[in-house]
């Protein structure tokens, strides 16, 4: 009977990490899908929504699943898009500690925990976004500025697109604070009751 029950356990086990990677491998994937495909690029900044699956990934598996997915995803996309250089990881730092940081914050924070409901729960989402975002905007422009010091084009003009990376950081913030609002609630009844 006890032999059983380990091995009904360790089934059990097994479905949750193949769902989990499931879910990280979905969610890396749309990471590069919003990046290379969907997005609008300007002259000097690209608005892009690469940081929603990011979020949510965090929000519906915590931190470890939402590092992961921003480490496979930025990794493919800088592949896709400026090939393997010495500034990838720069580059791979903003999305990996933005699901570091919203995993935690929903992770630790009591509202996301004991059960709130209603309007304090989704103040609390979209402040963690809110956080979220602006980490992303802020090592992003840090990787800019360390990127063109490595690789030798002038960083002197850099200090003129700061206000339009803030104009989208307040943009990409926004969107992601709507699609939180509108899809996290019932993807985290589904995932609830496909995790029953």
Known sequence: MNTNLNQTATLSRRSLTTRRITFDALFAA?????ACLISIKASIVEISFASFPVIF???????VDAVLVALVGSFIEQCMT?????T??????????QGLAVGLLVRLLPVFRNGVSGRA????????????????????TAALYLDGW???YPVKALH???????????F???????????????????????KN
């Open 30 to 34: 749309l990471y590069v899908v919003f």
């Open 57 to 63: 990934s965090a929000f519906l598996l915590g931190p």
């Open 82 to 86: 400026f090939g393997l250089t010495a």
């Open 88 to 97: 990838t990881p720069l580059w791979m730092l903003g999305p990996v500690l």
């Open 121 to 140: 729960r989704l103040a609390a989402a979209i402040g963690v976004v809110c956080v979220g975002e602006l980490i992303l905007s802020v090592f992003n």
């Open 150 to 152: 490595i690789v030798g």
């Open 160 to 170: 003129l697109i700061v206000i339009p990376r803030l104009v989208n950081c307040a």
């Open 172 to 194: 990409r913030t926004a969107i992601c604070c709507v699609l939180t609002r509108f899809l996290l609630p019932p993807a985290q009844k589904l995932f609830t009751m496909r």
